[in-house]
Every structure is written in structure tokens, then in C-alpha cells.
């Protein structure tokens, strides 16, 4: 389905909707609060930009750099060129140490290689625990947004699935009574896990260390009672050098949640005696997308969903409307990436406003992106076909004055009827505005004849 | 064994040496107040309790009065009770049920409430994370303004874990609610002393 036929189910319910509009909007204001009490701000999101832009103009050194260094501290280093190597990786590592229940925080590329899928196929378990990522885990959903995934639920329905899954009593729907359910059942989780799976936040080439930052402490409590501990990372989470830490962990936090800093801010240098610790470098696509000149910013992300929170289309349509995990304009920008037929709406699911571009911690020029992979994917004809004919026809009819002229004459003529049937979609919930009764080069015409010749024509 | 695969087909695609800047020539850094009034609204901005204190001695005093007598405590830092031997305890799940972790951060960021740990003041990684309460002691002289003087001051030799804490674990994941004591501590106290009062 189409993201605007998804969006026009979610909006059924209008007053879930605006519910959903404020809320992601209220997180917007906290960023931006936090944005404005740094004076450097801009000066770090240029800082930040360059050293990505940087990073990605050296990105197989450093990779390198960070790989023997990473062997140097005894972490064992992976490489996966697709979704399903990294997948096999992982699960030989598992298998390899007979693990039957895995502990996971939030990593969005296992979402993208579907590791879940796979392991569970092989029997392991796998325990979703971030709290969000928890509940939809248990509804057998992805998430809708990839730093909040139950965003688009309510309490009592969170408080339906836990009574469903977590036996708490019918009817709770109290954030901290909700909340204090799955800490109990999460911690259970922590404490008889056999291995760890931590997404990454950063990866430093200097020290062959990495970061993950979590508000609720999931990561670290995995990672620090597993003895194992796999982190999987796509390529691009590089950075050069550990004082550039300090540029990105100024911002991920502040764009993303309005907080000053994540709760836990983790770096992982070597395993601890007696753990066993990996690391998967996973391509999956990124190298191709390196290579388009036109796309390659896109891999600068921090994945702070700032440009989510502040999208018109993304808070009115949420994220279930976007045929890809990642939705929102960052996500509209990457899935043409993976498959241009199968999300060729998704770039077109923007107004182009270009907000999500000036809240860019990074600076990608998300709206301009979101523009070429228009142009690119209509080019290749991936559009649907009654626009790729309404285009053709309004290309006709433009080359063609006379037949331009009469359009024109139509258009004024019929205009009531148009806004009385609503044929096109701008017209479904607008009425255009009441048509001239003649056309600009008529009354240039008329005007020009009025007018009575000028006394001293100038030489 | 995609390493090579996967490194060739970076090096076709990566466009021509973009320059690595400066942070600092760009403005970056320096600007953020330095203070312990700032450090002490960030930390009370975060949801932590800050208590302020002359020596150590008014920290024990204060876990002492303020902790049931049976609480399970666990300390590192030398002068301040504990009644868990941290170096006894060889795995780290047996660290469940911990009432309150007491251990030395080595400075404070003013900009985000955060103080740096280290591994080594720890005694187990997990330490901050599966005790209920944290009581984190940092000197006022050891303060920060920002991040970039922060990762001045963090070492990298030898280092096997070291983290940014930031107040006590939460999460808004229903409904944006913010609730307090997710899968880390439930409260976190930061005792800042021997400023010159």
C-alpha cells in the first residue's frame, strides 16, 4: 500500500492523530529548547558535518585503523557485506557458545538485516529490551519510530499487551506502574541471558573502541552479565577520533529527546576478563550508496530522528505509513537505497518544507535528497501511472500555446465541478478558490487596446 | 569472508580526501559556563540529587542516617561504608538485589550533568547499572564547562570501560511519560566536596 493510502487509514481517527502530531511535536520543542541554551550550536553541527564528510572520504582506512586496533584490544572484529552474512555471523557466535536466550538493545540494523527472524528459526530467543522496542517486540510489530518504537501507542493499549504477555492486571494504564512491569520481567531477562547483542552509537578508528548511549541502562546491563557481547554496526558509524566524541555526543542526545545527554554514555574498550566480545562491521548497501554522489550525506546519520519529530507528514501519518523500518525523511532518503520499487513513495511523502534539513544535527541536506531520488525514481518509471500520464498530458498541453489557452477556458469553466466531485486528491478535503472570468493574456489584451498611445513614445 | 569485498568496494566509492577540521577553529567549544551552580542545575534539571559537602566524612554521615541498616551497600570509595565485598564477588549476577552503589567519578560536566567513570573504580562493569541507588562522589575541583574539555581529561591507554552517567536511568517510551528507574539505578545522588565555601 501507498503512503498516502496508509496515512488516510491513520487518519481516521482524527483525535488519535493530532494526539500523535502533538506529541512528537512537544519533543521538537524540547530539542529545540536544548538547541538554544548552546551557544556553539551551529558551529558543532558544521563540526560535526565536516568530520563526517571526512570520515566518509577515508572510510576504508579508517575502518582498518579501527579494526586492528579493536583486535589489538582483544575484541574480535566481523565483516558482513549483506543483511544475511551478518545474520550467519552472529548466529554462528551464538551456536558456537550454545546460547539459547540473547538480551538485544536498540540497534536498528539488526532490524534492517531481520536478525530476530533468523535466530528465532534456530531456536535462540530473543529478548527485546528497551522498554519500546519491548512492547512492539511482544506484538509481533516493528518499531514506528526508530529512538521512540511505541511512539504511536497508547497506555491502555501497552497495558493490554502486558496483561497479554506480562500477566499484569486488566486495565493498568499507568506509565510508572507500566513501566515498573517490564523492569521486573526485563530484569528476569538480564540475569539469565546467555549473550548480549548492543547496537553502536560510535565507533572511535583511534582507540578501536565504541559507544552506545541508552536512557534506560539496557545496553550496559546486557553487555556487563552476558559472557558474550556481539555489537553490530553498519560501516559508516565511524569517526576519526575520540575528542570528536564530544562533538556528536553534544548533539545526538539534545536533537533527539531534548535532553541535555543520554543517561549512559558507554565506552566499550576491551571485554571484561573472562567475556568474549565481537564486533560486526556490516555493509549492507552503504558502500553503493557511498558511491552516489548525490545520496552519499545520508550516511552521516546519528540516528536521532530529530528530522522524524519535526516532519508535517511523519507526525500526521506516522511511522506504520512508510513501507520501510526506518520511516520519517531520513528513512525516505535510505529505502530508495535498498529497493527503488518497493519504497519509490516514500521520497515523495514530504512536502519539502525542508525542516527536517535545518534540525539536522548533521547537516544532511535531507530535502534536496528527498527531491533527486523524486526526479530519479519518476525517470526510471517506478511512478504510478496516473501521474506519470497526468505529467505526459501537462506537458502537452504546456508545449502547445493554443491548446494551453483552452485548457485554461476549460479549467475556468468547470472549476465548480471539480471541487464539487473531488476527483483530485488536493481537492478532497480543499475547495480551490473561484476561477477569474477571463485569463491574464485576455485582459493584458483588453487593457492594452483601453489604453489610449502614448504622447512621446520613448526613442 | 566479505573483508575484502567490502573494503574494495569503499575504496571505488569514496570520493577524493574532504579536509578533517578543527572544532575548535569553527567556534567549537569553550562557550558553556563553569560552575558548580551550573553543574548542580543540570544535575538537578536530570532527575539527580546533589548533595554538598565539606570532606567525605559528612558522606559517610549522610548514607549512614539515610539508608536502612540492613541495606545491601556497595563501596569503592575508601572511607565510605560498604558492607558487600566488591573483590570477593567473582560473577557479577550475584550483584542482584544491591540496595546502593557508592563509587568516585572522576570529574563532573557542567553542560550535561554527566560525570565520568571509570572501570577501574568500579569493580564490576554492571555495578551502575543493577544497584538500585547510586551515591557518585566528585571533588568541585574536578569539574568541566563542556564535552570537548571532558574528553581532555578521559584517558585511552589501558582504558576497558569508562561511561558518561548522567543522573538516574529513565525512559518516556509510553506515551512520552517520564518515568524514573528503567533498567538501571531508580536515583542517583552525586555528593560534590571540598569546595572552598
Not at chain 1, 60 to 75: D, T, V
Not at chain 1, 188 to 207: C, I, K, M
Request: with cysteine; hydrophobic share 40%; aromatic share 6%.
Amino acid at each position: 500500500m501507498s503512503h498516502a493510502a496508509n496515512a488516510h487509514d491513520f487518519l481516521r481517527d482524527p483525535a488519535r492523530a493530532a494526539w500523535h502530531d502533538q506529541t512528537l511535536w512537544m519533543v521538537r520543542v524540547k530539542r529545540d529548547r536544548q538547541a538554544a541554551k548552546v551557544p556553539d550550536w551551529e558551529a558543532l553541527r558544521e563540526a560535526a558535518s565536516q568530520i563526517k564528510e571526512h570520515t566518509l572520504s577515508r572510510l576504508a582506512e579508517y575502518l582498518e585503523e579501527f579494526e586492528s586496533r579493536a583486535a589489538a584490544n582483544g575484541i574480535q572484529v566481523h565483516w558482513a557485506a549483506d543483511g544475511e552474512e551478518h545474520n550467519r555471523i552472529v548466529h554462528g557466535i551464538l551456536a558456537r557458545h550454545g546460547v539459547r536466550k540473547l538480551v538485544k538493545s536498540k540497534s536498528m540494523l539488526t532490524e534492517e538485516c531481520h536478525l530476530n527472524r533468523h535466530l528465532e528459526e534456530h531456536g535462540i530467543e530473543v529478548i527485546d529490551t528497551d522498554l519500546g522496542e519491548r512492547i512492539v517486540q511482544l506484538q509481533r510489530k516493528p518499531p514506528s519510530h526508530i529512538v521512540m518504537p511505541a511512539i504511536h501507542l497508547k497506555r491502555a493499549e501497552v497495558g493490554e499487551v502486558f496483561h497479554e504477555h506480562l500477566g499484569t492486571p486488566r486495565g493498568l494504564d499507568d506509565a510508572q506502574e507500566l513501566t515498573e512491569a517490564a523492569r521486573q520481567h526485563l530484569r528476569r531477562q538480564f540475569l539469565t541471558a546467555d549473550a548480549a547483542l548492543t547496537g553502536v552509537n560510535f565507533a572511535v578508528a583511534e582507540t578501536g573502541g565504541f559507544v552506545v548511549c541508552t536512557n534506560e541502562g539496557n545496553a550496559d546491563m546486557g553487555a556487563h552479565l552476558a559472557p558474550v557481547h556481539i555489537a553490530c554496526m553498519g560501516i559508516e558509524k565511524i569517526i576519526p577520533k575520540q575528542e570528536h566524541l564530544g562533538v556528536f555526543l553534544r548533539l545526538l542526545a539534545r536533537s533527539a529527546t531534548g535532553q541535555p545527554s543520554t543517561v549512559f554514555s558507554s565506552h566499550f574498550y576491551k571485554p571484561r576478563p573472562g567475556q568474549e566480545m565481537h564486533i560486526v562491521l556490516v555493509d549492507n548497501g552503504r558502500s553503493r550508496q557511498l558511491g552516489r554522489e548525490d545520496y552519499r550525506r545520508s550516511l552521516a546519520c546519528i540516528r536521532c530522528a530529530a528530522c522524524f519529530n519535526t516532519c508535517p507528514v511523519y507526525r500526521r501519518s506516522g511511522g506504520y505509513s512508510y513501507s520501510y523500518f526506518i520511516a520519517g525523511p531520513i528513512g525516505s532518503i535510505l529505502a530508495p537505497n535498498v529497493d527503488k520499487a518497493a519504497h519509490g513513495d516514500m521520497p515523495f511523502a514530504s512536502t519539502l518544507c525542508g525542516s527536517c534539513s535545518a534540525v539536522c544535527p548533521v547537516k544532511i541536506d535531507i530535502h534536496t535528497q528527498l527531491l533527486k531520488w523524486r526526479q530519479e525514481i519518476t525517470a526510471e518509471g517506478h511512478a504510478p501511472w496516473w501521474k506519470t500520464l497526468a505529467m505526459r498530458v501537462t506537458g502537452l498541453v504546456l508545449k502547445r500555446p493554443a491548446l494551453y489557452a483552452l485548457a485554461g477556458r476549460l479549467a475556468r469553466h468547470f472549476l465548480p465541478l471539480v471541487n464539487l466531485l473531488k476527483l483530485d486528491p488536493w481537492t478532497r478535503s480543499r475547495a480551490l478558490p473561484e476561477a477569474p472570468g477571463q485569463s491574464f493574456r485576455e485582459w493584458l489584451a483588453e487593457t492594452e487596446r483601453a489604453k489610449p498611445p502614448a504622447k512621446n513614445p520613448p526613442p | 569472508m566479505s573483508r575484502a569485498t567490502i573494503l574494495d568496494a569503499i575504496r571505488r566509492a569514496q570520493p577524493a580526501l574532504k579536509p578533517l577540521p578543527e572544532p575548535a577553529a569553527l567556534g567549537v567549544g569553550g562557550r558553556m559556563e563553569n560552575s558548580i551552580s551550573q553543574f548542580v542545575a543540570t544535575l538537578d534539571f536530570i532527575g539527580a540529587r546533589v548533595i554538598r559537602g565539606r570532606s567525605l566524612e559528612e558522606a559517610a554521615l549522610w548514607l549512614r542516617e539515610n539508608l536502612p541498616a540492613e541495606a545491601r551497600l556497595a563501596s569503592t570509595v575508601p572511607g565510605l561504608p560498604g558492607n558487600v565485598d566488591l573483590g570477593a564477588v567473582i560473577d557479577p549476577h550475584l550483584l542482584e538485589g544491591l540496595h546502593t552503589a557508592v563509587f568516585p567519578a572522576r570529574f563532573g560536566v557542567c553542560e550535561n550533568g554527566a560525570v565520568w567513570v571509570e572501570e577501574s573504580d568500579l569493580g564490576h562493569r554492571v555495578l551502575p547499572m543493577i544497584a538500585e541507588q547510586l551515591f557518585m562522589v566528585v571533588r568541585a575541583a574536578d569539574l568541566v564547562a563542556d564535552m570537548h574539555e571532558a574528553y581532555r581529561r578521559v584517558g585511552q591507554a589501558g582504558l576497558g570501560f569508562g561511561l558518561f552517567l548522567a543522573g538516574p536511568s529513565k525512559t518516556a517510551d509510553i506515551e512520552q511519560c517520564l518515568v524514573i528507574g528503567a533498567h538501571g539505578a531508580r536515583g542517583a545522588t552525586v555528593f560534590i566536596w571540598d569546595e572552598v565555601v
